[in-house]
């Protein structure tokens, strides 16, 4: 419970992860709302495209969360290795104390994208434009919180036990490449039925559409494209890729190998 609290303070107290998770997403929220054309002229048709934006914006908001997450088991992977050997401290209640801070952060967050969303939008388009199911929403942060800890979490100690930390600044950023790639993959030409379910980026930002919406999404979010998606499948496919790699987590924290961090710093 001690290390849930620090770790939650720590991110909470996290200036980079509030200026990039929030701060920049709102930004890109503005920009959805006011610049790049916001034509839409029924609630409906208002309602789809603030959801569009809002599964976007809520999946880089995501990535972020994992860059900042990456850089914290980076600075603690000497400190982790003697810990696990020589105190108390476990694996499992490593991982699932840093799991479920993350998850807290990651629902905080998209309760504030959330409600940027319904007051930007409606503002623009003169509706009431309330999510459809905001618990529902929220819950996909929470789980979204939870698949970004843990890859962020197998990347860096697969990158610290088995290749070194010189790659280390490529490494934290991937899962936001991946997440700025998925999202806005969606608006132009539709990726594969099959990558769409099989991907978690995907899965995260069709529920989020959704849970937004209140209706099945699209293959392509722009103009409501293609053939409506399957819901369940989105969501077996992301408890899925949760479960395994959450063993994959165990299996690498479990032997984390002690590294200077002035090895990361080295060009």
Not at 249 to 266: D, H, K, T, Y
Request: a positive charge.
């Amino acid at each position: 419970m001690m290390l849930l609290k620090y770790y939650l303070k720590a991110l909470l107290s996290s200036r980079p992860l509030w200026a990039w998770g929030v701060g920049f997403t709102v930004f890109w929220l503005f920009m959805g709302a006011f610049v790049f054309g916001f034509n839409m002229t029924t609630k409906q048709e208002s309602l789809g495209y603030t959801s569009v934006w809002y599964s976007i914006i809520g999946l880089i908001a995501s990535g972020v969360i994992a860059t900042t997450i990456s850089y914290s088991v980076y600075y603690a992977n000497a400190s982790l290795a003697y810990s696990f050997r020589f105190t108390k401290l476990r694996p499992s209640t490593y991982v699932f104390s840093l799991m479920a801070g993350t998850a807290v952060v990651a629902t905080i967050i998209g309760a504030i994208l959330m409600a940027v969303s319904f007051l930007m939008y409606s503002y623009r388009s003169h509706y009431s434009l309330i999510p459809a199911m905001p618990i529902e929403s929220l819950a996909i942060f929470f789980l979204s919180g939870i698949f970004m800890f843990l890859l962020a979490v197998i990347l860096v100690v697969s990158v610290n036990n088995y290749a070194g930390l010189k790659s280390i600044s490529f490494v934290a950023f991937i899962p936001q490449i991946l997440s700025y790639i998925f999202a806005f993959s969606a608006l132009g030409q539709p990726l594969p039925v099959d990558l769409v379910y099989l991907s978690p980026f995907s899965d995260i930002q069709r529920l989020l559409m959704t849970t937004y919406y209140g209706h099945r999404a699209p293959l392509n979010l722009n103009g409501g494209i293609g053939p409506l998606l399957n819901t369940n499948v989105f969501i077996i496919s992301l408890l899925f890729w949760i479960a395994l790699l959450f063993a994959v987590c165990i299996i690498l924290v479990s032997r984390i190998r002690p590294a200077s961090i002035e090895e990361g710093r080295q060009v």
